[in-house]
């Protein structure tokens, strides 16, 4: 399947049952909810669906169900979490054999740690993936304060590795998505920057990102999928009034600590009715109760409760 590195990438969550198992079929259901709204791709095992607590055994049941799900409504990407060169290329291979059309690149930690991570480190890592599983990759900004940075010359190495279609700019900071944006409009060839920060998504498409690889889009995905034609179009007015509506209900989830996104999240789609339960994997902790009043409050204003009942998913 084509894939562009633009619009709306869906990274879903996770649901899993009360003993931290993975609801296999609340997740097929939830899964086709997403697909039918038209995201330009849906992408599992990332952060948001709890890839890096979840085994590898896991990671292929999630990638098989979802594959299952969407069939060929739309390309699904794959986050690749390995912690060497040679660990990644086996499990990349292993992941295109299970179904993935594509890639989502984590920095392999802890040797992607502490700044600056030489340029040349970054293009190897991602140039033997690419030769060595042959999919569409797209690679990883992480947060500012987590690293790693992917500054001009870096962005270079990167766009000159043909598998590398676009950036998932992460940084959670205004100041380095612009630098990023006008770094990549230099670049020989079009490589397409999504963003992942979740706290300003409309802003960051404003400022010139293709589109957005973004966890919130696993519960409003139509309504950003409009807000992103609505940018592409300059009708900002539009493009605004859905993020005016939206924008405190991400804001909130993503909010410090931003390890809590997660329990967050899955308290709204408990309420929209898409999981059955608001179970996390632990070590991480649920949402206390003045969290989940505060969260049932920003729903019901961002007017997401009644658009996404269960018996819509079974539809």
Not at 97 to 124: N, Q, S, T, W, Y
Not at 158 to 178: H, N, Q, W, Y
Request: glycine fraction near 8%.
């Amino acid at each position: 399947m084509t894939l562009e590195a633009r619009g709306i990438v869906a990274a879903p969550f996770l649901p899993m049952h009360p003993d931290q198992t993975i609801d296999e079929a609340g997740l097929a259901r939830y899964l086709a909810w997403i697909a039918r709204q038209r995201p330009t791709a849906i992408a599992m095992n990332m952060d948001a669906s709890e890839g890096p607590s979840l085994d590898r055994d896991e990671q292929l049941e999630v990638l098989a169900i979802a594959r299952r799900a969407i069939g060929r409504a739309c390309p699904l990407v794959c986050g690749l979490i390995a912690g060497s060169t040679r660990d990644a290329v086996r499990w990349g291979r292993e992941l295109r054999a299970a179904g993935a059309d594509a890639l989502a690149v984590f920095p392999p930690f802890p040797a992607f740690l502490g700044k600056p991570v030489p340029g040349e480190m970054i293009e190897r890592y991602h140039r033997a993936i690419a030769d060595g599983v042959g999919l569409p990759m797209f690679a990883f900004q992480f947060p500012v304060a987590w690293g790693p940075d992917f500054p001009p010359d870096t962005l270079a190495r990167l766009a000159a590795i043909p598998e590398i279609i676009g950036l998932k700019e992460a940084s959670f900071d205004t100041t380095r998505t612009v630098e990023t944006i006008d770094a990549a409009r230099r670049l020989p060839r079009k490589l397409g920057i999504l963003t992942g920060s979740d706290t300003f998504i409309y802003e960051a498409m404003v400022m010139g990102c293709d589109g957005a690889l973004i966890g919130f889009a696993g519960t409003a995905t139509a309504e950003l999928c409009e807000m992103h034609a609505a940018v592409a179009r300059r009708d900002y007015e539009r493009a605004n009034a859905i993020w005016t509506r939206l924008g405190p209900l991400a804001r909130h989830c993503w909010r410090a600590p931003i390890r809590d996104y997660r329990p967050r999240m899955k308290e709204v789609l408990k309420l929209q009715g898409l999981f059955e339960h608001a179970t996390v994997r632990e070590p991480q902790l649920p949402v206390d109760d003045a969290e989940r009043a505060a969260i049932a409050r920003l729903v019901r204003e961002a007017g997401l409760t009644a658009n996404a009942q269960l018996s819509a998913v079974g539809d």
